[in-house]
């Protein structure tokens, strides 16, 4: 039972891309910042890499958000199973599929080695698309204002 007495559990939503070194990694911290535990969210990869992108660590910092303890995980299999939503970012049919996961693929560009204004694209469009997420699957959440908003 949750807090409030009522028996809804909290909604998670894995964020899958190949290396888990950006476009994962970006859509998991912006959902954590802005869902302030009503939603958890998972980042993994179908071939992790060993670290995340330096270019995208620096760009999330600057916008303040914590990116220390981000590190490349592999996709399992079960944390797609107990995901009410599993969100695809250019890791494709790698992706394993259960019945009653829902999938969404975000044709996303990858922010490895880019410069520090496509990064930024990169993370407004994920940040977008996170912000219509929320709102659709936590109708009820206030959400603060974008972490780019006093940045543009």
Known sequence: MNRDGTN????QVVFACVRNGGR???????TEH??????????????????????VAE????LGLDVSQERPKALERETVA?????????CGEEC???PGVRYV????????????????????DIDGRVRAMLTELVPDLEL??????DRD
């Open 82 to 90: 107990s995901s009410d939503m599993a969100i695809t970012l250019g």
């Open 24 to 30: 994962s990694v970006i859509g998991r911290v912006l």
């Open 96 to 98: 394993p599929y259960f």
């Open 8 to 11: 809804e559990q909290t909604p």
């Open 59 to 62: 760009a999330l910092t600057r």
């Open 34 to 55: 802005y869902a302030r535990g009503r939603i958890r969210a998972i980042s993994a990869g179908t071939q992790p890499g060993e670290h995340i992108h330096p270019e």
């Open 105 to 124: 693929d975000w044709p996303v560009a990858d922010p490895g080695g880019q410069d520090p204004e496509t990064v930024r694209r990169i993370i407004a």
């Open 144 to 149: 603060p204002a974008s972490v780019l908003a």
